[in-house]
């Protein structure tokens, strides 16, 4: 019967597609959770949505100056901006892109190039590419507005740098998919990342020694002569030519950018066409390893009794198994140690912009007793994303909390403790950095800060674990995208961390309404006291909630 078929165009076959994705979208909003699920991610959108709008604004009236004022080579700048933007962003913002899912894609006669138009579409998806088009559009719009006549050619090389971009960035995500496939790999990039984020610190220094002086357009035309070859700079080469009449660089201009789209075209052809092929990204060793490991010598039975011995003193025997797992999650997964190196690499960041005896930004330094609670805050707002879906990483393993003869009560104790020692781990680390970049808080600021962490993370605590309960989300080791929350769980987190928010500044703000500096730390001292009440009486409750949930985390985690 194959044979007697007719062949599927690649149109129809991209149409197929796009029709049973959007009847995926419409039948899945049936359930009341995928509707949740889509209000979350439109409020998160809406939030998108007005960081996008400020920058248009800029890149409006850059283009519209730089063209109608003549200073046309000044044209790469905001070309250089979206470049590094659309390039830079989806690697930290991994989580929040279209994932790609070949594998589900591979059960479908797929012509390779239907697969590969599919996968680039998938690019088009993420927030830095759609706000990167925009920003490019409007930037078309001013220097159209300046000169009319440009319009053609602006057109031409904005479908360029968009496929460029789409293509590059899809590029560099499909490798570091496989880089990060391994745990040496993930090492090696999270060092040169840790590297990189601290050696920008001395970038601060540059940056006043050339703020005081006024631009020199002889060193900006320097620069741009290293950076020429590159897209940006090819790109406002093509609209000075075009504004000036000169052919030549409008050819040289166009033929360099489109040698760069066919160069990576070419190279995400290849991967994709591994992919195409069956490629299986994974941990699992080779199997000559595996091998050799079963042959290899196990341990001993006091070695295995002495660490069973070590967690029963440590940690009740039901507690301890979970603490255990959660552990090695965290270490084998190499993305979450992005949110272990981000706070302390910002704290750095955040103190020379706003602290310090010579602040960038600020005319003078802040206060520490003004800046640490707010670092602190913001540190627990980092930590505490993956709380809000605690089961990410279970899989099928869900299914044996549900056999196993332990209570939900002690997996919730396990895993929170866990998050409570992380976060911990990281306010300490991050009080230290501040301390030393702006000084220490005073005495009251200090124990204020401390019970008004313990108060926002325990009061959050028992919010994130209905959250895991109510609205789970299967994340995988080693993948870079489609790796996010629930929708519904991200607006639950931004809700309860602007009301804790909202409390811990009305009760630090009593330290000047009465003048006793140690009000607030009276004050969060009895609400840590009651949230941490509060947070035990809700772990049975939760435990009952959990049966009732089983489907939901089944269906969820098991697919």
């Given at each position: ?67 109608s004022e003549g200073r046309l080579q000044w044209l790469a700048v905001p070309f250089w901006a979206i470049f590094v933007f659309w390039q830079l962003i989806p690697i930290f913002a991994a989580g929040f892109g279209s994932r790609f899912e070949f594998r ?456």
């Open positions: 019967m194959a044979d007697l078929a007719s062949p599927i165009s690649l149109a129809d076959q991209i149409r197929l597609v796009a029709g049973l994705r959007w009847r995926m979208l419409i039948n899945g909003l049936r359930k009341k959770n995928n509707v949740l699920d889509l209000i979350g991610m439109g409020f998160v959108s809406f939030f998108g949505l007005i960081l996008v709008i400020g920058p248009s604004f800029a890149f409006y009236f850059a283009g519209y100056s730089f063209v589900t894609l591979l059960r479908f006669p797929f012509s390779p190039s239907a697969f590969y138009l599919i996968g680039l579409a998938y690019g088009l998806a993420d927030f830095p590419a759609l706000a990167s088009i925009c920003w490019l559009l409007v930037m078309t719009a001013g220097a159209t507005l300046a000169k009319p006549s440009i319009l053609p050619i602006m057109l031409v090389v904005t479908m360029l740098i968009i496929l460029l971009n789409v293509t590059m960035e899809r590029l560099i995500g499909s490798w570091l998919e496989r880089l990060l496939a391994k745990r040496r790999s993930r090492e090696i990039f999270f060092g040169i990342f840790i590297l990189i984020m601290f050696s920008t610190q001395f970038i601060t220094p540059i940056q006043r020694q050339y703020a005081k002086r006024s631009p020199n357009p002889a060193a900006f035309a320097g620069m741009v002569k290293y950076l020429a070859p590159f897209p940006p700079s090819l790109s406002a080469r093509v609209i000075a030519g075009t504004v000036r009449h000169d052919f030549a660089d409008i050819a040289l201009g166009l033929s360099g950018l489109t040698g760069f789209v066919f160069l990576f075209s070419a190279l995400l052809w290849q991967r994709y066409a591994s992919q195409y092929r069956g490629e299986e990204l994974s941990e699992s060793p080779a199997l000559v390893r595996a091998v050799q490991a079963r042959v290899a010598p196990r341990p001993s039975t006091t070695q295995i009794i002495n660490a069973g011995q070590i967690s029963r003193g440590l940690l009740p025997p039901m507690l301890g198994p979970v603490v255990r797992k959660e552990f090695s999650y965290l270490l084998r997964n190499g993305f979450a140690f992005f949110l272990l190196v981000l706070p302390p690499a910002q704290m750095l960041l955040f103190s020379s912009q706003f602290g310090g005896k010579h602040p960038l930004i600020a005319g003078r330094a802040l206060h520490a007793d003004l800046f640490f609670p707010g670092m602190m805050a913001y540190t627990v707002l980092v930590a505490m994303g993956p709380a809000y879906n605690a089961f990410a990483y279970e899989g099928r393993g869900i299914q044996t909390y549900f056999t196993a003869p332990l209570r939900f009560s002690d997996i919730f104790a396990g895993k929170n403790l866990v998050s409570a020692v992380v976060i911990a781990f990281e306010v300490a680390i991050c009080g230290m950095v501040l301390a030393w970049a702006i000084g220490p808080p005073s005495i009251p600021t200090l124990f204020a800060t401390t019970f008004a962490l313990i108060f926002t993370v325990t009061g959050q605590l028992p919010i994130a674990n209905w959250a895991s309960l109510s609205f789970p989300r299967k994340l995988e080791f080693g993948s870079m995208r489609g790796q996010r929350n629930s929708g519904v769980s991200v607006w639950i987190m931004f809700g309860a961390q602007i009301v804790l928010a909202g409390i811990s500044a009305l009760v630090l703000s009593t330290a000047r309404w009465s003048g006793n500096p140690w009000l607030p730390a009276e004050g969060f001292a009895f609400l840590a006291a009651a949230t941490l009440g509060g947070y035990f009486a809700s772990l049975q409750p939760l435990s009952e909630l959990a049966e009732k949930k089983k489907e939901i985390l089944i269906e969820a985690l098991c697919r």
